[in-house]
């Protein structure tokens, strides 16, 4: 494969077909469907610790394991389900995640119960309108810090 930054495309993409196709298809693509918003939340969820590549890897056998990330489903999972996922494989086998991901799909129905959309709400903290920026201008915008760790050095 070509270099990635020769493709007009970031460095971190690499040339792995998938993080290409990413990439290309994805990354900093506005997306306003709530359910597909929580789906991207919870892979990010499952991503903490991790490579978004693994994230990636197994992406499909996520969205198989967890019913399409449908919350209607996932929110009535209940211990028999967080035992058939952390037998699965193919996707992140951590009860805390998973856990977490039953409790936003819960919290995800009653945002929409209660007449809140989760697209919206998502939204409302940038104006409803993606934020353009260039690396350098998030260079300049975070703070420096003088001692990056609270802790002293022994």
């Known amino acids: 494969m070509t270099d990635s930054h ?4 970031c460095g971190w993409c690499g040339t792995d077909p998938l993080y290409v196709a990413y990439h290309d298809r994805e990354w900093g693509v506005p997306e306003r469907d709530a359910r597909a918003l929580w789906e991207k939340l919870v892979l990010d969820g499952f991503q903490a610790g991790l490579a978004w590549i693994t994230i990636l890897r197994k992406r499909e ?3 198989d394991a967890f019913d399409g990330f449908d919350p209607e489903i996932v929110a009535r999972y209940d211990e028999a389900d967080i035992q058939r996922l952390l037998g699965d494989a193919r996707i992140i ?3 805390a995640k998973i856990q977490a991901a039953i409790n936003g799909a819960r ?3 009653k945002m929409r119960d209660e007449g809140e959309d989760f697209s ?5 903290f940038v104006g409803g309108q993606p934020i353009r920026t260039t690396g ?3 260079a300049r915008r975070r703070p420096r810090q003088r001692n990056p760790s609270p802790w002293p050095r022994p």
């Not at 020769?6 to 495309?9: F, K, N, S």
């Not at 919206?120 to 409302?124: N, P």
């Open 93 to 95: 086998r951590s009860r």
């Open 61 to 63: 056998g996520m969205r």
């Open 6 to 9: 020769a493709q007009g495309r």
């Open 136 to 138: 350098a201008t998030i």
């Open 107 to 109: 919290v995800w129905l």
């Open 120 to 124: 919206d709400w998502l939204w409302s």
